[in-house]
């Protein structure tokens, strides 16, 4: 699956990086992705149940490990889905388990392809037009676009990033105590859009006898990131590029022609590198370096270079570790070694494509197509145990959003004993559901 060079490391240098009879490969998984995965229903109509016949061993996962079967949650919701429009159910009475679910959000309107929590509020894209924002789990506001399927949120202080299937981001900002949000532009603003049109310079061909300004996404707008510390917003599109953003003036400062394919994934991460993971099969590394007078972000390691899609990307900054899943079920890892990043091993545990990652503290969580959240712990030496599997979808996992847990939320037992941290995880699904769990690092 690798090429390693003699420090063990996947490297492939830009001048070796070439086409491999990919592009079919990529196409079928990104360009039919919400036909693929809305087979689920179907699915789960022939096999209910061949996913949960799993070994009761915990299983830990070492770089040269064998795959290894994962095992049924304890967690379990078999509350049928309310036909309300709106339904909130809590899994049980009494006190929040240490982990385990909470509560599920229900509703008629479209599959989940976006989460993003700030606070004490949750944020929610579907294929509808509606971005639904939710405190304490209640409905408290929401917005409509012109555009459906919200495939990517992120929260930047006061604005909402939002992007959607027509290649444009659209900023919100709340607008005060009548609970109301208001748009107030989009990327690339109007004023800037029509500037780089009337420069035939900045036109490039997308397709044949067909040419856009650079500053605009022409495909889905996949996923969006943050670098706060440099003012700079990132998004990846199925056009794929990524796109550098100015967070003070909404300007766009750099498109990234990226992969042979879909950009999936995008991440900012640890000592100034940016990852992309693509459905070319490749996760790239990039810096923004000084070039001449001007800055640029250029591709530094190319981790991995393979047959399956690189569906999702999440970086544990503390640590400084990048995870990486992939359309076959599998997690890679690299961690940093003095001056470069090395391999750390291969996470097995799903059956089917990893579709999403989250990583909070020493914890891992990797939503699946086969409808469930292995949780996972990183232990000392880079090894990672399975803490537990969540279960009680009926449809592929398709976002994550993990924040720590804070004293009162919904909490009657006091807390998270031993001082071990405790996390709150959103799971959106093409099940038209979000589910809230609650994990402890140290259970086991």
């Known amino acids: 699956m690798f090429k390693k060079n003699k420090t063990n490391m996947p490297l ?6 070439s086409p491999r009879g990919r592009a079919k490969l990529g196409d079928l998984f990104h360009k039919s992705e919400p036909n693929i995965l809305l087979t689920a229903d179907q ?15 915990s299983p830990t996962i070492s770089p040269n490990s064998s795959p290894v079967n994962y095992f049924m949650s304890p967690v379990h919701n078999t509350s049928p889905f309310s036909k309300s429009p709106w339904n909130f159910s809590l899994a049980g009475d009494g006190p929040v388990p240490k982990t385990g679910l909470i509560g599920s959000l229900t509703r008629e309107e479209g599959h989940v392809y976006s989460l993003a929590s700030s606070g004490d509020l949750l944020y929610t894209g579907s294929d509808s037009r509606n971005i639904r924002v939710w405190k304490n789990l209640s409905e408290f506001s929401g917005f409509k676009s012109s555009s459906g399927l919200v495939k990517a949120i992120v929260v930047s202080g006061e604005k909402i990033f939002t992007g959607h299937q027509d290649g444009k981001i659209r900023v919100w900002k709340y607008s005060g105590p009548k609970k109301a949000y208001k748009r107030v532009g989009s990327l690339p603003t109007t004023r800037e ?3 780089s049109s ?13 040419k856009v300004p650079w500053i605009k996404h022409y495909d889905v707008v996949s996923c969006m990131s943050l670098d706060e510390e440099h003012g700079l917003l990132y998004s990846g599109s199925w056009d794929k590029t990524f796109k550098v953003w100015r967070l003070s003036d909404s300007k766009c400062m ?6 042979d394919d879909a950009v999936n994934s995008v991440m900012a991460g640890f000592d100034g590198f940016i990852f992309t993971g ?4 490749s996760m790239k590394v990039w810096r923004r370096e000084l070039v001449g007078k001007e800055t640029k972000h250029m591709m530094v390691y190319m981790l991995l270079n393979q047959d399956p899609a690189v569906t999702s990307v999440a970086v544990n900054a503390t640590d400084a570790v990048v995870y990486a899943g992939s359309s076959d079920g599998l997690v890679n890892f690299w961690e940093r070694r003095k001056h470069t990043l090395g391999h750390g091993g291969v996470i097995r545990g799903h059956k089917q494509a990893v579709l999403c990652l989250a990583a909070a ?4 969580f990797s939503g699946s197509a086969d409808k469930s959240v292995c949780v996972w712990r990183r232990e000392a030496g880079g090894f990672h145990s399975c803490l537990s599997v969540l279960t009680g ?13 804070q004293d009162g939320d919904d909490d009657d037992d006091g807390g998270g004993g031993g001082g071990d941290k405790e996390w709150v995880v959103y799971s959106g699904s093409l099940d038209k559901s979000v589910k809230l769990w609650v994990v402890g690092e140290a259970v086991k």
């Open 12 to 17: 492939f240098p830009p001048e070796e990086n």
């Open 254 to 259: 750099e498109s990234v022609n990226a992969h």
């Open 198 to 210: 009337m420069n035939p310079g900045n036109y490039v061909e997308v397709r044949r006898h067909r």
């Open 361 to 364: 503290g020493r914890l891992l």
């Open 43 to 57: 699915q789960h109509e022939t096999d209910t149940g061949s996913h949960h016949r799993h070994s009761n061993v």
């Open 278 to 281: 693509s459905a070319d099969g």
């Open 193 to 195: 859009f029509i500037a």
């Open 393 to 405: 979808h009926d449809g592929p996992i398709k976002c994550l959003a993990v924040h720590e847990k």
